[in-house]
Nanobody
């Protein structure tokens, strides 16, 4: 059974940076794409970024383009989300998801979810 564990969240001031990590364990042989999603209080979960199983294709939401970078190290079954120039509106619980293909939509592309990590951007 595939398990995903996020880490790296925390409290940061506007303009700061954080790096989130999504570590996969269990049945990783299928080579899933990984998506990062976030959910702020009172809002729907939205896609932030995704990366294909090989790492050769990435996609970003318009709101984070130029500020966030997704990458993966398949030798470690780990995906990273480097977040720079953080804004208060980036505050949310961030989830990673194993996907059958790279997608920014909460859909049947998602195979499984991690438990989430809180990111708070505030002065």
């Amino acid at each position: 059974q595939l398990q995903l564990v996020e880490s790296g969240g925390g409290f940061v001031q506007p303009g700061g940076s954080l790096r989130l990590t999504c570590a996969a364990s269990g049945f990783t042989r299928n080579g899933y794409a990984i998506g990062w999603f976030r959910q702020a209080p009172g809002k729907e979960r939205e896609g932030v970024s995704c990366i294909s199983s090989s790492g050769g294709r990435t996609n970003y939401a318009d709101s984070v383009k130029g500020r966030f970078t997704i990458s993966r190290d398949n030798s470690k079954n780990t995906v990273y989300l480097e977040m720079n120039s953080l804004k208060p509106e980036d505050t949310a619980v961030y989830y990673c998801a194993a996907e059958y293909y790279c997608s920014l939509y909460v859909s049947n592309a998602v195979h499984s979810w991690g438990q989430g990590t809180q990111v708070t951007v505030s002065s």
